[in-house]
């Protein structure tokens, strides 16, 4: 029973709290008179009084040309978190006024950061992107502050701007999902454990509250496993049944004991509970998921989705990294071509492993089987089999919790423009031995550590990992595509290893191109590399079942005869109605704001 009552069970909270739930209302509610009366305002303790989202918020009305009612333009900005080499500023979403912001109606603004009025000089910037394929978080990527200056979003030419807390992505609770058992599991940085193991439970604590400027009303539980950077908490029954939803500010994060305050992490991880995800018994949906990273790989994505659909992939997860190639059109396009691809804004650094574990548990509310590969790998079945063939077989087996297929590295195959067919038509020439395997996992069988590390998950007691025989099934890894491909491969890192292909370190590692040293520079005989043996078992196949009989043309082909006018008549009307959106909010607000 959720819903208002939570509060009238307050009495009911874990022994484990050190503060009872009583307690922390009284206190809060002190608290918030207390700060009325002498001007500061307790944002935090006013939503959670008023079960309402209170944030500074800046509304601007239209000028009304008519007595119609119309909707303000806002916008709210929930927090700011620093990284290396930019700013991320979160807006919140008001469903309400549900705008997707360009970069044309926001600017990234700084001012002094003690300076409360706000009137001390301050400058603009416009923001390097906004992530504006969902719209529930959109995501202002900022230029970083000079010292002392703190940074926020401001509408274009409008003065006031939301004051917001800001974090250094060094020290952060950043995401958190409950779980079916009711535990919280956090996704966290600074830790700084080791990888592959697991840690210590005893020497840290998990905190919950409204506000973490002071530790006086957290509450604490314990730690039920630590590994890598990911923390599964026992999470208080008053947080579990506090009213949840869109509304939900209760936040979680892990105190190193024995760090006093400063041993708190800083957080924006509020946990959310996922509908499904308490119902371990039903039959699953879908019998083979993908769970894949992402960032500006839209021009493969297609290739890659309709070869997998015809075999037997269902439902796809796509983990953005912020892409700003065309990605959002291409995902539209398979959408309503009816491929059940979703994207997820994943902008946290270096943080595959705690991506795959997170995309894994959500998998697994409809999934009998998730794999996890990139855009640029293939699952090929020599013997002609269909994905569900294996996965069937191998279900037979109860323990089998983990499949794991060899990844064949092809090269350029002597190419020197960007296949026109696709990758797996164009790419024929690969290494002669395999290089690690990929996995599919049954996410039923993840061990509740969820470590996982190079795509394989550690799994349950009672479950193994098989290896499946290379006649079955193989992964044709695109690897080394054509040198216009691979270099911005060098810059992409998303899903690669290595930190900075231009650190001298893990020169040797079988992520890097062998002999390519450091430099972005084409190698002169780069198109003949990495080609050992000839393989067009996978090519044989996609142009058997996908060529079009008439056309002869491949179903993703973009360029060539007339065939393909069709696609590419599609995809430039949902292209144009894409932009033709964001073109018609630009010049509505021009016009309020002139
Ligand atoms: C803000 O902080 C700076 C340095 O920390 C200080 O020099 C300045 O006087 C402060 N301004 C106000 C208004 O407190
Ligand atoms: C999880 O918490 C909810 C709400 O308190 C409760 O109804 C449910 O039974 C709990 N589930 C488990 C597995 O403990
Ligand atoms: C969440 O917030 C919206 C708008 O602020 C409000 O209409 C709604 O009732 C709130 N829901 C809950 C569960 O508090
Ligand atoms: C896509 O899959 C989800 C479950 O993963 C399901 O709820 C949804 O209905 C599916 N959508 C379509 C269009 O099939
Ligand atoms: C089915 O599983 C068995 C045992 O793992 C294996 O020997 C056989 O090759 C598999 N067949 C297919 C078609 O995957
Ligand atoms: C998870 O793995 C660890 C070892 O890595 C093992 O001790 C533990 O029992 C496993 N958990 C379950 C639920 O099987
Ligand atoms: C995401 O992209 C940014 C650049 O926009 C990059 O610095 C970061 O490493 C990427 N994150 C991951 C997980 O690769």
């Keep these: 029973m959720r819903g208002p009552k939570g509060l009238g069970r307050k009495r009911r909270s874990s022994p484990r709290d050190v503060v009872s739930w009583s307690t922390l209302f009284w206190c809060t509610l002190f608290v918030v008179i207390n700060c009325a009366l002498f001007s500061g305002f307790s944002f935090y303790a006013f939503r959670f009084l008023f079960g309402k989202t209170f944030q500074p918020v800046l509304v601007l009305t239209w000028p009304a040309p008519s007595n119609k009612p119309i909707s303000p333009i806002t916008i709210s900005v929930r927090e700011v978190v620093m990284?290396?080499?930019?700013?991320?500023?979160?807006?919140?979403?008001?469903?309400?006024?549900?705008?997707?912001?360009?970069?044309?109606?926001?600017?990234?603004?700084?001012?002094?950061?003690?300076?409360?009025?706000?009137?001390?000089?301050?400058?603009?910037?416009?923001?390097?992107?906004?992530?504006?394929?969902?719209?529930?978080?959109?995501?202002?990527?900022?230029?970083?502050?000079?010292?002392?200056?703190?940074?926020?979003?401001?509408?274009?030419?409008?003065?006031?701007?939301?004051?917001?807390?800001?974090?250094?992505?060094?020290?952060?609770?950043?995401?958190?999902?409950?779980?079916?058992?009711?535990?919280?599991?956090?996704?966290?940085?600074?830790?700084?454990?080791r990888r592959e193991r697991i840690s210590n439970t005893a020497k840290f604590e998990c905190v919950y509250g409204w506000d973490f400027r002071t530790t006086r009303f957290l509450l604490r539980s314990d730690v039920v496993s630590i590994a890598q950077e990911i923390v599964r908490c026992k999470t208080p029954l008053s947080v579990l049944s506090f009213p949840r939803g869109p509304n939900n500010t209760v936040k979680v994060s892990v105190r190193v004991k024995g760090g006093g305050a400063k041993g708190i992490l800083d957080t924006i991880a509020r946990p959310a509970i996922r509908p499904g995800l308490a119902n371990p018994t039903h039959r699953k949906e879908h019998e083979m998921c993908l769970c894949s990273m992402v960032r500006n790989q839209g021009r493969f994505l297609k290739e890659w989705v309709m070869y997998h659909a015809q075999m037997g992939v269902q439902r796809w997860f796509l983990y953005d990294n912020n892409s700003d190639d065309d990605s959002d059109v291409v995902i539209e396009w398979l959408r309503r071509a009816n491929y059940n691809v979703t994207r997820h804004a994943w902008p946290w650094l270096k943080t595959q492993e705690a991506g795959f574990a997170h995309c894994a548990l959500r998998a697994r509310e409809t999934c009998q089987w998730v794999g996890f590969i990139d855009v640029d790998e293939?699952?090929?079945?020599?013997?002609?089999?269909?994905?569900?063939?294996?996965?069937?077989?191998?279900?037979?087996?109860?323990?089998?919790?983990e499949i794991r297929a060899s990844c064949y590295s092809f090269g350029p195959s002597g190419l020197r423009r960007v296949p026109v067919q696709g990758v797996t038509v164009g790419y024929t020439c690969r290494l002669a031995a395999p290089e690690r395997h990929k996995s599919i996992v049954r996410p039923e069988a993840l061990n509740s550590t969820l470590i996982n590390v190079v795509h394989h998950f550690h799994l349950r007691n009672g479950y193994e990992p098989v290896n499946v025989d290379k006649g079955v099934l193989v992964i044709n890894h695109y690897k080394y595509q054509v040198w216009e491909v691979f270099k911005e491969k060098f810059y992409r890192r998303v899903a690669t290893y290595v930190a900075d292909w231009q650190e001298e370190q893990n020169v040797g590692s079988k992520d890097r191109a062998p002999g390519l040293g450091t430099r972005a520079v084409e190698p002169r005989d780069w198109s003949h590399r990495f080609c050992e043996v000839r393989d067009s078992g996978l090519r044989d196949r996609v142009l058997q079942s996908f060529v079009d009989p008439q056309s002869h043309l491949l179903p993703w082909q973009e360029e060539g005869g007339d065939g393909v006018v069709q696609v590419q008549k599609q995809q430039k009307v949902i292209k144009r109605s894409v932009m033709m959106m964001r073109k018609i909010r630009a010049r509505r607000k021009h016009r309020v704001f002139l």
């Design 83 to 193: 990284f290396p080499d930019q700013a991320l500023v979160f807006l919140n979403h008001y469903p309400r006024t549900a705008h997707v912001f360009t970069k044309d109606d926001l600017h990234c603004v700084y001012f002094s950061a003690n300076d409360s009025s706000r009137s001390q000089p301050r400058f603009n910037q416009p923001p390097i992107d906004i992530d504006g394929g969902d719209f529930h978080n959109q995501i202002v990527r900022c230029p970083l502050p000079p010292r002392r200056l703190t940074l926020s979003v401001g509408l274009k030419h409008n003065d006031d701007v939301p004051v917001v807390p800001s974090y250094s992505w060094d020290w952060l609770a950043y995401d958190a999902l409950v779980d079916r058992d009711n535990t919280t599991i956090v996704f966290v940085k600074g830790l700084n454990l």
């Design 378 to 401: 293939f699952f090929h079945l020599p013997s002609g089999l269909l994905l569900p063939d294996v996965l069937r077989n191998q279900s037979n087996y109860d323990y089998v919790g």
